[in-house]
């Protein structure tokens, strides 16, 4: 394997003396950025915890040593046969350097992955939309009907735009003060809106997907204002529809009167005039909020962008198709893989450590590549996202960087995690078919041996 990229693991997952991650917040560069920034970056998210003090990082140190191999096949021994894992595990544990095998317990096992779906959804759809790449709204026109065009965006904001942002990139009133100016200047005052969805097709939901679960996701649509949710943080129905009485309501205000909302049945014609566009933060920073938050609807609307560009039906099966053909182009084994949506929330889905931890090797080991835009969102242990309120106290608090998964019955973990003494790990945990009512255990025991890579 080709070795990892001193701009993929200098300053790696370094920490002194607890919780002060330089490189997590930008204050050194290294793998924990990993990459290069568009010129109007995300933010990292908020830090919950004050940084006191001058970060000292320790030098990157490429001759390392590995961690011993027999010491770390008895703790994927260990955990395997922990009382507190119920349910069936797949492990492995490999060196970045060198990409060689440290220990492993049946990595080829086709498990539950929950949410370690993102990380494959993060991988195809760098390799497929392209990192730089951002997602049009755009308004049309024909006679006395303007289109509100939907292009994958669901984090549109209903004011105006903010440029900095990934969440609210793009702005409802900035594409009304654009397509009103120009509806105004050929003349036309009055206009019905219709609502322009058809670049998703299929169900709104994974058919799997349902009552409380239901809470996890927007429906799917290509347009929402930011997903589609309430004060209360509830997705509400028909996202799109309430998009376009946002952008109708904006439209009003600029002297242009809507009579009616509705959903187009069809494209919006080719006839039709661009009277404005509006474009969503690059998909390079939208993985990152997938992975960082774990957005099941970021994540579910970047697989029916990647099956369309792709040439697959924008469905949540053809999202699945285009996920594994993907998969295969990069190299991958992808027997017994099943994608049954990119979220990650369907029982349906399957993959495996073995797969996983390849996908991570391939991220780590480029520089300017498009994967390389994938480490930078997963979350850090202690620190960030999904992380933020595990591994406190733990030899991974700081120095881990790893997606989580959670269902009912499986729970999983896959990422980068430096050693004590400075190597840095590719791992992936995937436990499935947990008894019920242990799944918190069956998460401390994950952490536990997630911590004990870090102290070795």
């Known amino acids: 394997m080709k070795k990892m990229t001193r701009t993929a693991i200098a300053a790696a997952m370094l920490l002194s003396g607890g919780y002060v991650v330089a490189d997590a917040y930008d204050l050194?560069?290294?793998?924990?950025?990993?990459?290069?920034?568009?010129?109007?970056?995300?933010?990292?998210?908020?830090?919950?915890?004050?940084?006191?003090?001058?970060?000292?990082?320790?030098?990157w140190n490429a001759k390392a040593p590995q961690p011993d191999s027999a010491a770390v096949g008895k703790a994927v021994t260990s955990f395997a046969s922990d009382p507190r894992v119920t349910g069936h595990v797949s492990v492995k544990v490999v060196d970045a350097a060198t990409g060689k095998t440290i220990a492993e317990h049946e990595p080829d096992a086709a498990r539950t992955p929950a949410s370690n779906m993102k990380i494959v959804t993060a991988a195809v759809a760098l390799r497929v939309l392209g990192p730089a790449t951002t997602l049009p709204t755009t308004a049309r026109l024909q006679g006395g009907t303007m289109y509100l065009v939907g292009g994958g965006d669901t984090l549109l904001a209903a004011g105006a735009g903010s440029p900095s942002a990934v969440k609210g990139r793009a702005g409802l009133d900035d594409l009304a003060e654009q397509a009103a100016a120009k509806a105004?200047?050929?003349?036309?005052?009055?206009?019905?809106?219709?609502?322009?969805?058809?670049?998703?097709?299929?169900?709104?939901?994974?058919?799997?997907?349902?009552?409380?679960?239901?809470?996890?996701?927007?429906?799917?649509?290509?347009?929402?204002?930011?997903?589609?949710?309430?004060?209360?943080?509830a997705y509400t129905p028909n996202p799109d529809l309430s998009a376009g009485q946002a952008f109708a309501a904006a439209l009003s205000k600029r002297g242009i009167a809507v009579t009616a909302v509705n959903r187009a049945s069809s494209p919006a014609p080719a006839s039709a005039k661009e009277i404005g566009k509006v474009q969503s933060a690059p998909v390079r920073d939208l993985v990152d909020f997938a992975l960082t938050e774990s957005d099941n609807t970021t994540a579910d609307a970047l697989g029916h962008l990647v099956a369309a560009k792709s040439g697959e039906k924008p469905t949540f099966d053809g999202a699945g198709r285009a996920t594994v053909a993907e998969l295969k182009r990069m190299g991958l084994d992808t027997k017994g893989v099943v994608v049954a949506d990119n979220s990650g929330l369907s029982a349906s889905n399957r993959l495996n450590a073995a797969l996983l931890t390849e996908i991570l090797k391939q991220a780590g080991s480029c520089d300017k590549c498009r994967l390389a835009a994938l480490a930078s969102g997963l979350p850090v242990g202690a620190l960030t996202g999904t992380l933020d309120d595990r591994l406190n106290g733990t030899a991974a608090a700081g120095r881990l960087r790893a997606k989580t998964g959670t269902l009912a019955d499986a729970t999983s973990l896959s990422g980068y995690v430096q050693t004590s003494k400075g190597r840095l790990l590719v791992f992936s945990i995937l436990v499935g078919d947990l008894k019920e009512g242990t799944l918190a255990q069956g998460k401390a025991a994950v952490d536990s041996f997630a911590a004990s890579l870090a102290a070795s």
Do not use: C, H, K, W
């Open 184 to 233: 105004r200047a050929a003349g036309v005052t009055n206009v019905q809106l219709a609502v322009d969805s058809t670049l998703f097709q299929g169900p709104v939901r994974q058919p799997e997907v349902s009552g409380a679960n239901t809470g996890f996701i927007m429906e799917m649509r290509p347009l929402a204002v930011m997903q589609s949710r309430n004060q209360a943080g």
């Open 28 to 59: 050194t560069p290294g793998f924990l950025t990993v990459r290069d920034r568009e010129p109007d970056p995300q933010p990292y998210p908020t830090v919950s915890r004050a940084i006191t003090g001058p970060p000292r990082l320790p030098a």
